[in-house]
């Protein structure tokens, strides 16, 4: 076997190892895509900074880009790409929170926010420890799968329960949560469930950062649903 065959862990390495780069792509880790500019922002450096590191995230393959009209849009390249940023952020020293506006957003992202397309933080981890003592989904060989039971269950809640066997994606996966260091549900499945909890207005998206809101009828809903306990939200750690 050729020494080209393995993997250039190295390079991906330094690619995710520089500051600025690292706040982009944390700003991406929601699944949305985002604009050169906002990246920027949320870098904190210049318009033209950050156009060449953008250029080297999309070069090694951790970011795509779009053009609308005069606009570039970027996003994480496939799940993948999420989820080695996630267990990064899992066996990562906390930093130091140096204002109210932070400590806040720190506070919502620990309760409830999305890991990518999949639903996190303690109330994503509160969700996936019902499916499993429901027995709606088991752990298997490290995986998730789907009993009939939750097959049902799912499918009467509109969860669109379709899984291409070509999809390089597994249908369903435990994925460590880096607040809670637990698992929540991730995978096609996970991915699935996220996003009918946000068509039945269960959860919304927060401004200016990936974390989610619970509502009322979320509150109403997983505890009906699947008595799922909601927890209440932690303080941030100051």
């Known amino acids: 076997m050729s020494s080209s065959s393995s993997p250039n862990v190295s390079e991906v390495a330094s690619l995710i190892g520089e500051p600025s780069r690292v706040a982009m792509l944390l700003s991406l880790l929601g699944g949305k895509a985002l604009p050169a500019s906002e990246l920027a ?5 210049t318009p033209q900074t950050a156009s060449a590191h953008l250029s080297k995230l999309v070069e090694g393959g951790l970011l795509v880009n779009e053009s609308y009209g005069r606009h570039r849009y970027y996003r994480l390249a496939n799940a993948e790409v ?3 940023i996630e267990a990064l952020l899992a066996i990562a020293t906390p ?4 204002s109210l506006r932070e400590s806040d957003q720190v506070r919502a992202m620990r309760y409830a926010r999305t890991c ?3 639903l996190a933080g303690e109330v994503g981890v509160a969700l996936t420890d019902r499916l499993l003592a429901l027995q709606l ?3 298997i060989d490290q ?3 789907l009993t009939e039971a939750g097959k049902d269950k799912l ?3 509109g969860v669109d329960l379709h899984f291409s066997p070509k999809s390089r994606r597994r249908f369903a996966r435990p994925c460590l949560d880096w607040s809670e260091r637990r698992h ?3 995978g096609v499945l996970g991915a699935s469930l996220t996003k009918r909890l946000f068509e039945l207005g269960w959860i919304e998206r927060m401004p200016d950062c990936r974390a989610v809101r619970l509502t009322p009828a979320g509150e109403t809903g997983l505890t009906e649903q699947f008595g799922v306990p909601i927890p209440p939200p932690k303080e941030a750690v100051r």
């Open 184 to 186: 929540h549900l991730a």
């Open 41 to 45: 922002r949320a870098a904190r450096i």
């Open 82 to 84: 999420a989820h080695a």
């Open 155 to 157: 499918g009467k809640l």
């Open 137 to 139: 989904i088991e752990e």
């Open 143 to 145: 995986d998730f799968v």
């Open 116 to 118: 990518y397309d999949h």
């Open 95 to 98: 930093k130091p929170i140096r």
